[in-house]
């Protein structure tokens, strides 16, 4: 994930950190979240292209975006004209992420994002699936999968509280059925790679317990997709 931390943007520090802890470097999320916004400028295209290029130095093979906003005309005709094929001409993959419907009190929804039904989703050449975006947006995670499995690539996995926001809970709490779709992953033989993306502030200040969340997260998915831990 790309943030405002000097050390995420910079390719020499995170294949250190890779080298250091054993651990592959397999997406690169370029910094599309409302806090980093201005991380790398404004203009989302060239936020993809930087994202890019610290993909291309690190050894990562794909990179996360975000799709347009409804309001952003020129990336949404870049994203049309200028996106398929990219992967070719670089050597890395641009992955495009489902998002979801903004609910307030009493409220249907309010969808900001453009192109956010699975058929739309369906478009794009390389799609990421978030399962807490999914559960936001009413999307049943099999069904998503069946519709998007040949051009899935990456998987945010975490769980929600089903109460119409953006919760990013660990994997075993909450109102998605993880343990079935995660069976179902490897029943399909998913050959993409799967990140936990759980919102972990509630345990920065105790690193033992940060510790166990994450051990025990990693191995709930390892013991579905029968992968070494």
Known sequence: M??????????????????????????????????TRKVWGT??????????????QAGAPLVVVHPPYRWQAGYRRWVDERLPGLAERAGVKVAVENMFPIRGPGSRGVTLHARQT???????THVVLDTSHAAVAGF?????????RDRLVHIHLSNN?????????????GILDIDGFLDHLAVEGFSGTITLELDLRRYLDDGNA?????VGN????NSRLSLPC
């Open 2 to 35: 790309v943030t405002r931390d000097p050390g995420t943007q910079d390719p020499r520090c995170l294949r250190a950190l890779s080298d250091a802890h054993g651990l592959a470097i397999r997406a690169i999320h370029a910094p599309f979240l409302l806090m």
């Open 43 to 56: 203009d989302p295209v060239h936020k993809i292209h930087r994202s890019i290029e610290l993909a291309q």
């Open 118 to 124: 699975l058929e739309d989703l369906g478009r794009f």
């Open 140 to 148: 049943d995670l099999v069904d998503a999968y069946g519709k998007l």
């Open 161 to 173: 509280t089903g109460r119409g926001w953006d919760s990013h809970l660990p994997v075993d709490r």
């Open 210 to 214: 940060l510790h166990r969340l994450l």
């Open 218 to 221: 990693r191995e709930f998915c």
